[in-house]
């Protein structure tokens, strides 16, 4: 049985690797498939709904299917994210009831689902369960979103904060995404500098920091 209870309008750490730390992410197309996902699993639909709407949308044809996308909730918010090649890390607020669960899973079993068709494989493709945290106070929020911002470098895996797969650039204002909710953390800081500031602080910090080592899951 999972440990942490997750509550509608509180913020979670979610993070998971590989099984056997095995790479997830093996080319661009992976990536941006994962971030497809992201932003499609969002909401409480089903695979019929889903698929009716791509078909609808290819064929031309007016839809008048009693259940739209548009009509269905968000299941979470999603505060920052970042994608390394073995291993992944959200924060998550959760919108609806049992929202991070159904969330996690339907982009877990499409992604695996994807790749081990890509790839000719079976089985698992995510280490047991995803891991999650509860974040239980500003302090700790702020904190983690420099840490999962500049996890590609904590990790050595990015030498700068241009890894194209982390939320961080949307921060930055270097690209401009749809799916993350920046105000929460932004709004804590007077500009954008500020806030690359205490995310170098947190890098830093995170590189010495032994009681970290349980979220360095490369």
Known sequence: MRKTKFANNEY???????????EIFCEEKDYLRFLKSIREFNDNTGYFQRDYEKRTKLTGQKSDFRYLKSDFEQLVEIICYCLNPNHYHFILKQLAENGITLFMRKLGTGYTNYFNKKYNRSGS?????????????????LWLSGYVNGNAEIHKISKDKNDKWCSYQDYLSLKNETFCNKEIILSQFKNIGEYEKYVDMVIKKSEKRKDLEKYFIE
Request: net charge positive; aromatic share 18%.
């Open 12 to 22: 979670y750490h979610i993070y998971n690797r590989g099984v056997d730390k095995r």
């Open 125 to 141: 493709l995510f280490q047991g369960k995803f891991k999650s945290v509860h974040i239980d106070s500003n302090e700790y929020l």
